[in-house]
């Protein structure tokens, strides 16, 4: 029987509830395909802080080192708010994230056609939007060199460094290639080639990229165009890449045409299988604890794990269909529930999502 490990993180706030909604659709899943799910749970984040005194602990790391997959809940909170920096709940998962070279971020933004209806968008521009994001998440702006100084007037200067390596472009976009070479076979790279050397750099290793890839449709868009696009006519998009900055700011864009924040998956890949799996959402501590929160965020993170770190593609869908089975049958919870449907927790959520698989 082939077995995997999955690290299990389940972090603050609505964490811990959303993440026990996972697990229990992963061992119907475990039931379903005769795999061996072992299940190892570590602390990251708040809970790791006032346990270890560390946002992300030796044993944690150790873990995740060990595992096949991480599934993780959600970080942060009121609670820890003051802290400095390194005791941030956050900085755990900053960590985490650079120890394991996680250089790919992927974000699925889709709209299921029950859910259109209630969308504050017109329902036929965004009735079956299904986009992937793919997002580099360890270079570019971000992490480039930062300078402060004061220039002969003594006025302030600041600058940030945008700097890529052809090798950290090469294998994101090799791996945006990969990914929709399992979609819809379209991929479309954003930059500002008009105006940016790292954009230039980004669509002559795309173009390269493109040639071993004669199967897919690839075209290259400026980001400007793209963020309008995106809020005109949405459809037209199945797998888009960027660089860290415009992925960062294109994914929040796309996820928000599709609706609810505790809707929303994503993963984040390094080379080999290895990935770490969340909802897009944050701690949420408004409402943590009270059967209020949303778990489908974290139940499609699962489905995305079963899909690119395990390879088990029929059982990520399954979960995929079921989560429309039940929207589609009006079950919803408080957070993307409209008048005339029928409102439901955190648990019966989950309990209907297991007994549609
Ligand atoms: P962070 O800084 O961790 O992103 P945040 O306060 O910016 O935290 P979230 O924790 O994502 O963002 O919460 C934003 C709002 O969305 C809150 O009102 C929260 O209750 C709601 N929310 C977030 N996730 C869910 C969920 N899974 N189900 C229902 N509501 C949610
Ligand atoms: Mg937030």
């Known amino acids: 029987m082939k077995e995997f490990k999955i690290a299990v993180l389940p972090g603050d706030g609505i964490g811990p509830e959303v993440m026990e ?85 992927l974000r699925p933004a889709q709209m299921y056609e029950c859910m259109a209806k209630a969308s504050s ?20 702006i971000y992490f480039g060199e930062k ?18 390596h052809e090798d950290e472009i090469e294998r994101i976009v090799r791996m945006a290639f990969e990914i929709a070479g399992k979609r819809d076979n379209r991929l479309v790279s954003v930059d500002k080639a008009n105006v940016l050397e790292s954009s230039r750099l980004w669509r002559s290793v795309v173009e390269r990229i493109a040639k071993e890839y004669p199967n897919i449709e690839c075209t290259h868009m400026l980001v400007d165009a793209c963020a309008m696009q995106l809020v ?9 890449v960027t ?66 770190s395990f390879g088990l593609d029929d059982a990520a869908k399954r979960i995929e269909d079921a989560v429309e089975d039940v929207l589609n049958k009006g079950i919803r919870t408080a957070d993307i529930a409209t008048t005339g449907e029928i409102s439901v927790g955190t648990n019966d959520m989950a309990n209907y999502i297991a007994e549609i698989l």
């Not at 949420?284 to 139940?299: K, R, V």
């Open 147 to 164: 300078k402060r100084y004061e220039d002969q007037n003594g006025k302030e200067v600041a600058v940030d460094t945008l700097l890529y």
């Open 121 to 140: 968008l017109k329902e036929e521009l965004v009735a079956g939007v299904d986009i992937m994001v793919v997002r580099e998440l360890t270079g570019g």
């Open 243 to 308: 660089e860290n900055m415009f992925g960062d700011i294109l994914s929040d864009e796309a996820a928000m045409l599709t609706g609810s924040i505790g809707m929303l998956a994503s993963a984040s890949l390094t080379d080999g299988n290895l990935g770490l799996y969340e909802p897009v959402h944050g701690s949420a501590p408004d409402i943590a604890g009270q059967e209020l929160a949303n778990p489908i965020a974290t139940i499609l993170s699962a489905a995305l794990m079963l899909r690119y």
């Open 232 to 240: 005109r006519a949405p459809k037209q998009f199945d797998v888009i």
């Open 21 to 105: 909604q996972a697990v229990k659709i992963l061992k119907v899943i475990e039931h379903q395909e005769k795999v061996k799910f072992n299940f190892e749970y570590g602390l990251l984040g708040g809970c790791a802080i006032d346990a270890d005194g560390t946002p992300l602990p030796e044993q944690t790391l150790e873990i995740t080192k060990n595992a096949d997959a991480i599934l993780l809940g959600a970080v942060g909170g009121p609670k820890w708010d003051q802290n400095p920096n390194h005791l941030r709940p956050e900085a755990g998962l900053l960590a985490l994230r650079k120890e394991l070279d996680l250089y790919a971020n």
